[in-house]
T-cell receptor, first 116, second 109 residues
Framework: GAVVSQHPSRVICKSGTSVKIECRSLDFQATTMFWYRQFPKQSLMLMATSNEGSKATYEQGVEKDKFLINHASLTLSTLTVTSAHPEDSSFYIC????????????FGEGSRLTVL | KNEVEQSPQNLTAQEGEFITINCSYSVGISALHWLQQHPGGGIVSLFMLSSGKKKHGRLIATINIQEKHSSLHITASHPRDSAVYICAVEEDSNYQLIWGAGTKLIIKP
């Protein structure tokens, strides 16, 4: 079946640095990708929706300048956490779909970010 | 009231027991997902359902669209099944997911 690969699975960085997380669809063209965040002991929360070739749509309360999302190709979306701070430490997950005609929504494995 | 409710929140069972985790939702959906999250955080997609029943190994997932309810069953449970199991639904109109709070399962040897 289709696979969505997320990288890195774990990253530790210093406060003030930027971190990039990649989400790749390995065997299908992902027209739409979604980024979620999970706070400790809480449910996953949608951060933004990105369609290939266009700007991401951010959910209310998510800082677009803080969480830069790029979906430049049909197989790759990136989430960059800029000037990371300890409160950005979280678990980030992407999901991808090739659209209604191809059906399913597929999930990345997730990336755990720890900002020191 | 949450749009996706999971029960129980926590479940501890002995190895070998039959496990059932429930998910009820209140919105119209196009699909329902069951995912497994291990202590390190890694997510594994278990099932996507839009009707009926699916089976994969010791895992079985069912959905009743009329009753807006899905169950995840684990037969012959094993300590390695210990994880958080999350139900998420795709609303009718778009792919955006509504997530359940998760069920933390512990299987004791």
């Amino acid at each position: 079946g289709a696979v969505v690969s997320q990288h890195p699975s774990r990253v530790i960085c210093k406060s003030g640095t930027s971190v990039k997380i990649e989400c790749r669809s390995l065997d299908f063209q992902a027209t739409t990708m979604f980024w979620y965040r999970q706070f400790p002991k809480q449910s996953l929360m949608l951060m933004a929706t990105s369609n290939e070739g266009s700007k991401a749509t951010y959910e209310q309360g998510v800082e677009k300048d803080k969480f830069l999302i790029n979906h430049a190709s049909l197989t790759l979306s990136t989430l960059t956490v800029t000037s990371a701070h300890p409160e950005d430490s979280s678990f980030y997950i992407c999901s991808a779909t090739g659209g209604r005609s191809t059906g399913e929504l597929f999930f990345g494995e997730g990336s755990r970010l720890t900002v020191l | 009231k949450n749009e996706v409710e999971q029960s129980p929140q926590n479940l501890t069972a002995q190895e070998g027991e039959f496990i059932t985790i429930n998910c009820s939702y209140s919105v119209g959906i196009s699909a329902l997902h069951w995912l497994q999250q291990h202590p390190g955080g890694g997510i594994v997609s278990l099932f996507m359902l839009s009707s009926g029943k699916k089976k994969h190994g010791r895992l079985i997932a069912t959905i009743n669209i009329q009753e807006k309810h899905s169950s995840l069953h684990i037969t012959a449970s094993h300590p390695r099944d210990s994880a958080v199991y999350i139900c998420a639904v795709e609303e009718d109109s778009n792919y955006q997911l509504i997530w359940g709070a998760g069920t933390k399962l512990i299987i004791k040897p």
